[in-house]
């Protein structure tokens, strides 16, 4: 089993042995929705070119972006988001449903859909293992809907999906500087829909206290 998708809850409880680093920090990753679509927008809109180019393989003016997140259907497809301390979405990833015979490629799978994986991390919040987290929230999310196959199509030149790619042991194809990689995935288990409820929980309150620190915050200012 890769460590990508060992149990997450190993790290509360197990301490690091006397010299051995301690572990980084929890990613808290929520579940966005409709309410959370002008942070997202927000969100691209910070990404300089060159991370434009690498998220949607062309360098999207802003009218764009801003046309691309209006498009994105909250309730067909899975967008999950990491909010840091001062409630700023410095992360998102985009989890899209396709029928099998429109992704391209060798792989197989006897189920009618796949899902498709996108990801930007900020530039403030990089090092800290934020897209294979994404990455592993992404595919327990599939395996406990009936997806077995989690996709990704990226630029050779785009280091982050081709780390993400080599630790998930994904079967990459590459082909004029481009590449799609392939993970087929395991059936669920009462330990990966235990996972999936746990970090949903422990993120959305994450998320309330932040949310609501922010809006006190604001509160404090006016006065």
């Known amino acids: 089993m890769p460590p990508l998708f060992q149990n997450p809850l190993k790290r509360f409880l197990k301490k690091p042995a006397e010299g051995e680093a301690k572990p980084r920090s929890t990613v808290l990753i929520k579940h966005l929705g409709e309410h959370d679509r002008r942070r997202v927008l927000r969100h691209f809109l910070q990404l300089e070119d060159h991370d434009r180019l690498l998220r949607f393989g062309s360098t999207l ?3 764009q972006i801003e046309a691309y997140v209006n498009r994105m259907d909250f309730k067909r497809d899975t967008i999950y988001g990491v909010y840091n301390r001062l409630f700023k979405l410095v992360a998102v990833a ?3 449903f396709t029928p099998r015979d429109k992704v391209p490629g ?3 799978t006897e189920k009618e859909m796949v899902a498709e994986f996108g990801v930007s ?3 403030q919040a990089r090092g800290l293992g934020i897209g294979s987290k994404l990455f592993e929230r992404a595919a327990v ?3 406990n809907n009936d997806v077995d196959v989690l ?3 990226y630029l050779l030149s785009n280091k982050p999906m081709m780390h993400i790619a080599k630790k998930a042991g994904m079967e990459v194809q590459r082909e004029y500087g481009e590449a799609d990689a392939y993970l087929k995935l ?3 288990s009462p330990g990966s829909v235990l996972q999936e409820a746990l970090e949903e929980q422990f993120a959305t309150l994450d998320y309330t206290l932040k949310a609501q620190a922010r809006a006190a915050a604001k509160l404090f200012e006016k006065k």
């Open 61 to 63: 003016r802003d009218e």
């Open 94 to 96: 985009h989890l899209a």
């Open 106 to 108: 060798k792989f197989s």
């Open 121 to 123: 991390v900020l530039r």
């Open 141 to 143: 999310h599939c395996r």
């Open 151 to 153: 996709y990704m199509h």
């Open 186 to 188: 395991l059936p669920p």
